[in-house]
């Protein structure tokens, strides 16, 4: 009777309960310093001289201010006007301004430029540093400073679109108006490739392109017809694919003419995506657009591929980026949450669990900052140049493939709040789900592993002189490579339909070993080990969770606890 009173007393009248034994939200802490892998990936990976601004960076990314930016950008998302109220075709996009300033912070850190105007050893590096920390922010906007970004190399095959262009393409600034390119100093570029009955498949689009006078690279077409996909229709200009008597060509397609009139470029309607909500992408027709011809006629696949190289690129750390983020939160939900008397952090079940979503991201931001080195020295050093070659197909496989099993699995960690919309867990989910499609979906980055294989079988070499310098560090490792090179030799023999057949298993090995060497060679011996015994030898499908017994979990977990500073 006497504790029944003392609670009335102390409890406001209409009040039914305290709250307790909740998390707050994870916010206010540094991005870059908190994560030893990133940490030590940038240094090792030739990005030394930009720790300071990545660490600068990392701060603000950190920042509760910032981090709400990325939920109000997906809760409130874009519009379509097609007419103004006159009923001009105006074609305008409407953003919240959440969007437009994470546009801004991006576009002026110059994650769109900074490998091509200071192209020093270490610049991928230190820009995809940063674009994997904005991207655990919020991933959408992403969608069109990846592609300006990437679509930089084809616009350098053509100098006379790129005089045009690229200086503003180039500037590290912010400008979100309808208006023609000349009344601006920064723009974007979008990319348009796929229709409806070709999808992956660009051979079969159906768009038309015709000289308006004369033929040739350089020379200004009209195209007609449709893409069905088209992101971030508020850029300025567009590399689209159409066909000409050639085949399949590239071209530079700008919102506005260089006469101040509106291009014949039609948005259609907004897609209705179930991710990547803050990003508009949208269906639009071409009634006579006015385009560029960039390349060669019939040479659009080559032309545009390097860009699709990039933006595969950038879906490995993105992806790499949603897991880092989960993890995170992960971490600090169950530090502040107990049940059946411990917190769940100190719980050893939950403990394998969590140590076992961090090695995935060890893996991952090792195999990524690997290839922002390859992408550094790809132009002088022809080992790297293959290496990216094959290595980026394989790890936009591997990477976006597990980033939704993660993300799910630290929804699972937070329990049923993890379910809510009012927290930054069904957004990541859903963003999980984006990148194994984007960019050409699983069959699609295995098939592209073929092609590199087939066209040039040295790089095979260089992926087996990648595995090598691990060669002698882990049992487990050594057993694991050496079957995979019976089964790369094997490839070389086998008839098409058998290895395509078998190509997702294959591609899955070489990812996986790919990892794993980078770890042995370079990650704490607790990290490499629990890697290689979870991953390479065990039998069947690997849970999280299920790590061996004997496993280091507290120097793993120590690793990536977004509350210790390790840099």
Not at 429 to 436: A, L, T
Request: glycine content about 8%; overall charge negative; hydrophobic content about 40%.
């Amino acid at each position: 009777m006497n504790a029944t009173h003392e609670f009335l007393k102390s409890t406001p009248v209409g009040e039914t309960h305290h709250v307790h034994n909740v998390a707050h939200d994870l916010t206010d802490f540094n991005l870059f310093t908190t994560d030893a892998p990133l940490v030590e990936a940038v240094q090792r990976e030739g990005g030394a001289w930009g720790m300071d601004e990545i660490k600068r960076f990392g701060q603000y990314c950190g920042q509760a201010d910032t981090l709400e930016l990325g939920h109000l950008a997906n809760r409130y998302t874009p519009e379509l006007d097609t007419h103004d109220r006159f009923g001009n075709r105006v074609d305008l996009v409407r953003y919240h301004s959440a969007y437009h300033a994470l546009m801004k912070a991006s576009l002026e850190e110059g994650l769109h430029s900074t490998p091509w105007t200071a192209p020093v050893a270490g610049a991928h590096v230190v820009r995809g540093a940063k674009a994997f920390m904005h991207s655990q922010v919020e991933a959408g906007h992403g969608c069109p400073v990846t592609m300006t970004f990437a679509a930089v190399p084809s616009l350098q095959l053509q100098p006379e679109v790129a005089s045009l262009f690229l200086p503003k393409v180039l500037n590290r600034g912010y400008d979100p108006r309808n208006v023609p390119v000349d009344q601006k100093q920064s723009i974007t570029v979008g990319m348009g490739m796929t229709e409806k009955q070709g999808g992956s498949d660009v051979r079969a689009n159906s768009t038309q392109a015709t000289p308006i006078s004369q033929a040739g690279p350089g020379q200004l077409y009209s195209l007609v017809g449709h893409k069905w996909f088209l992101s971030a229709p508020m850029c300025d200009l567009f590399l689209v694919l159409a066909q000409t008597p050639a085949g399949v060509s590239c071209f530079a397609v700008p919102r506005w003419l260089p006469d101040g009139t509106k291009n014949a470029l039609n948005v259609i309607r907004l897609k209705d995506k179930m991710g990547n909500k803050s990003n508009a992408s949208s269906e639009v027709e071409f009634r006579g657009a006015q385009g560029w011809l960039v390349g060669a006629e019939g040479r659009g696949v080559p032309t545009i591929i390097e860009m699709v190289s990039l933006t595969r690129f950038d879906c490995m750390g993105a992806s790499a980026g949603l897991m880092r983020m989960g993890l995170a939160n992960a971490m600090h939900h169950t530090r502040h949450r107990a049940a059946f008397g411990a917190r769940l952090i100190d719980q050893p079940l939950m403990q394998n669990v969590l140590a076992d979503l961090a090695l995935e991201y060890e893996g991952a931001i090792a195999l990524s900052m690997r290839m922002a080195r390859a992408l550094d020295h790809k132009d002088c050093d022809e080992h790297e140049a293959r290496l990216a070659r094959l290595m980026t197909a394989v790890g936009k496989y591997w990477i976006c493939k597990r980033t939704p099993t993660h993300t799910y699995e630290v929804m699972e960690c937070i329990g049923g709040s993890g379910v809510m919309e009012n927290s930054v867990y069904p957004r990541l989910f859903r963003e999980s789900v984006i990148n194994p499609i984007w960019e050409g979906s699983g069959n699609v980055q295995c098939l592209d592993v073929l092609r590199a294989v087939a066209k040039d079988p040295s790089v095979l070499m260089s992926y087996q002189t990648e595995l090598d310098k691990a060669r002698g560090g882990n049992r487990h490792l050594d057993q694991y490579m050496s079957q995979l090179r019976s089964q790369l030799g094997q490839l070389m023999s086998a008839d098409a339909l058998t290895i395509q057949f078998g190509a997702r298993f294959l591609v899955d090995q070489m990812a996986l070993a790919a990892q794993a060497a980078l770890l042995v060679q370079h990650a704490p011996e607790a990290v490499a080990d629990a890697f290689c015994a979870s991953r390479l030898a065990g039998q069947g499908q690997h849970h999280y969770g299920t790590l061996p017994a004997g496993t280091d979990v507290s120097t793993i977990l120590q690793r990536a606890d977004p509350a210790i500073e390790k840099y």
